[in-house]
DNA sequence: CCACGATACGACAACGTTGTCTATGACGTT
DNA sequence: AACGTCATAGACAACGTTGTCGTATCGTGG
């Protein structure tokens, strides 16, 4: 166990526990000698500051909270722990995660003690919690400052990070049609989820820009999940006219459209490439290998951390509505390829 | 913000701040009607006791770190977070990740320091960071209560939480049998893991009991990833009398076991059985649905965790060997079926 | 050489709890 | 009536840090 205090530290230098203090948060208000002095006695005695007495004391508590949902895969989520970590990590901080919808956990009440107990400096919000209007008044009503990654919609409402995720999709598009391709299906997201209607719109003005008219029978429903991406893969391989080409808004959707030409006895990529949106796991195990766009998500998080940690600093921050832009990447794969 | 104190609760209950600090704590020595009066006046106000300051005082932090290591998929450490966070809610205290092998952070300061400021009452530690030499003298030199999640080797070293891997593997090779299979291949995982060796022993011993000499040629090599797995279906398939149905030692490799059978035209389950170990995320969305052990991993962290919690009340539980066992189940999806 | 403003540092009181020790009654026993 | 015993409760000092304010010491300009 870490026995030695501040105290010990400020004995063996020779000045009071005030100066260790100042030299520990870069404060100024200290010679350049004694400074060196405090600094290697820190180095070498391995001290490190008791986070309790110190938030106890400054009313801080170096500690980030990553509220999450469990909801489908745990990679999302995983990435996003890792990003804020990083941040964390670098700026002396803890994460601390918090979940909000074990069963038998009110999401309310139970997310509220937590959070009060928790005495967080701050929040990283992922999606879904970040559109959680529920979630969202009850950490507002705590005072709590928090950032948003990759928010739906309430722009404006605080700080968030982000990509661009229609952009992405106008890239993408554009990359199958300098394949060659020229009918090209889409696998539409859910109605009401931002970000895949921002994956279609950037369809079709890619689409638009090459003068195609696009086809209502070529944008077929899905709901994110691998099963409606096989329903409409079948329908759009159906097609009097079948596309040489599926851009599915997710991974797991474009996993069933692999299904769907695999029951079609259709080979990827000769016979149909298909790409997808996100870069989760599955992309990389599956076989073919899927096309596909990465999102930063550990990089948002680790910004969405960061900007927490700098805010800190500047509590006019909290009213403010920053926002940070990340790139986005497409990766090549086996799933597509020039017709 | 809550700025309420145990003073403004002392104050208003017409008691000491002791008593009060007696009561959140259930202690003995309050009279029923000043504890109720006491906990009215808690619930009343909202009050949550001020982390910082009671763990400034008890020396006892309120925070459970789980120690993992960001490897392959997010799922094994997402189910073990949220297993973990179950106990913690249910005692009140709060759950920190720590990650060791993020690039740049070395593993060996890198933790050492976080866990000198973290001040974690006790850890939590999934495999493979329970079975990892170095990081275990790190954690045992802070003098840091730990237990293991389904840890490889070192049983004794410390409590931990285990399911019997051997068992399991024992009732699933059973299963096929009952179903008719009697030329059953099995896939092996890395021969330094441990997990791997007790489901290998499963298999063999079920065969054995069951009067079967099990051929070498059946037992085919891997490394619990998928192409691993694509290859030594193939080579099983391959054989002059190739099996009726393949256990393979690990859901990732039975992945794989499904693209040999494709691969070779033959249809899952009609042709071959197929079933793995893990109960993963790609078990549920592959095509069909895979028949596996489902391995309790969030209710192993979650025991693991509260042994922790339990055992801090008890200081002579550091130096016991504890060990908890839970409960297998095996899943029937559609790649398994009667021959 | 003196006054003066910086600069560098220290003394001391918070911060909100828990741990230790002591005080007060009520009650039963002799 | 005097005395222990028990249950209940409070006073007070930690815990290790930061914030506030005060005070030497030094260099500088007049």
């Given amino acids: 166990m870490s026995d030695i205090t501040i105290v010990d530290i400020a004995k063996q230098a020779g000045v009071s526990i005030k100066t260790v203090s100042r030299v520990i948060n870069r404060e100024e208000g ?15 005695l391995g001290y490190r500051p008791n986070v309790s007495a110190r938030s106890l004391s400054s009313r801080r508590s170096y500690l980030i909270g990553v509220v999450f949902m469990r909801v489908g895969a745990y990679h999302y989520v995983g990435e996003v722990q890792v990003g804020a970590m990083r941040a964390c990590r670098r700026a002396g901080y803890h994460m601390v995660i ?18 009060k107990a928790g005495r967080f400096d701050g929040l990283v919000l992922p999606p879904p919690v970040c559109d959680d209007p529920e979630i969202l008044a009850i950490i507002e009503a705590q005072g709590l400052s928090y950032v948003r990654v990759a928010p739906d919609r309430d722009f404006g409402r605080s700080p968030y990070v982000f990509m661009d995720d229609q952009q992405a999709a106008h890239d993408m598009t554009a990359r199958l049609w300098d394949l060659g391709h020229r009918r090209i299906g889409f696998i539409d997201g859910p109605a009401d989820h931002g970000s895949a209607r921002r994956r279609r719109e950037g369809y079709m003005t890619a689409m638009a820009e ?13 709901d994110f999940m691998p099963l409606s991406g096989l329903e409409a893969g079948d329908r759009l391989l159906g097609l009097p006219e079948p596309p040489t080409a599926i851009f599915a808004a997710n991974d797991s959707m474009a996993m069933g459209v692999l299904s769907a030409a695999s029951k079609r006895g259709l080979s990827v990529p000769a016979d149909l490439s298909v790409v997808g949106f996100d870069d989760g796991p599955l992309a990389e ?6 096309t596909t766009v990465h999102q930063p998500i550990a990089e948002m998080a680790e910004a969405a951390a ?34």
Same sequence: chains 1, 2.
């Fill in 306 to 339: 960061e900007m927490l940690i700098e805010g800190f600093g500047d509590p006019r921050f909290r009213s403010r509505t920053a926002a940070r832009q990340l790139d986005y990447h497409i990766v090549e794969r086996g799933s597509s390829t020039s017709r």
């Fill in 285 to 290: 195990s599956s076989w073919p290998g899927l």
């Fill in 210 to 222: 090459r003068g195609v008219r696009v086809k209502p029978e070529w944008i077929a429903g899905g």
């Fill in 30 to 44: 200290v010679g350049p000698a004694t400074r060196a002095r405090v600094e290697d006695l820190i180095e070498k």
């Fill in 98 to 115: 918090e979940q909000v919808d074990d069963p038998g956990q009110a999401r309310g009440p139970g997310l509220e003690q937590a959070l």
